[in-house]
């Protein structure tokens, strides 16, 4: 899918009411795992998404890429029109991801 990246991006793609795809074929492994396997994410605008799964499903891993905690191995990701971890969609971003120790 062609598409502005950043604010121009974001307002063109709320304009039509359409979330442009915030991964797409997102790969990640550790060692010889792969853990999150080609994973394409569509969410519709105005929507709460919520990930369910079992232990070891690759949840967490996909938040931590769309954050940029981690970089994927193959495929793309965006959140709010912009990379991973970008400051400008962080601003708007409350995430915890796993318990802090304490």
């Known amino acids: 899918m062609g598409y502005l990246r950043g604010p121009a991006g974001r307002e063109a793609a709320r ?3 359409v979330v442009p795809d915030p991964a797409q ?7 010889a795992r792969t853990v999150v396997d080609r994973l394409d994410l569509a969410i519709p605008a105005q ?4 990930f369910l799964g079992p232990n070891g499903a690759g949840k967490t891993t996909t ?15 965006e959140v709010l029109g912009y990379p991973p971890g970008h400051p400008a969609a962080l601003a708007q971003i409350g995430a915890m991801v796993e318990g802090p120790a304490l």
């Open 47 to 50: 929507s709460i998404t919520g």
């Open 63 to 77: 938040l931590s890429l769309l954050l940029g905690l981690l970089k994927a191995h193959a495929g793309s990701c």
């Open 15 to 17: 304009a039509v009411g």
């Open 25 to 31: 074929g997102l790969t990640r492994r550790f060692g």
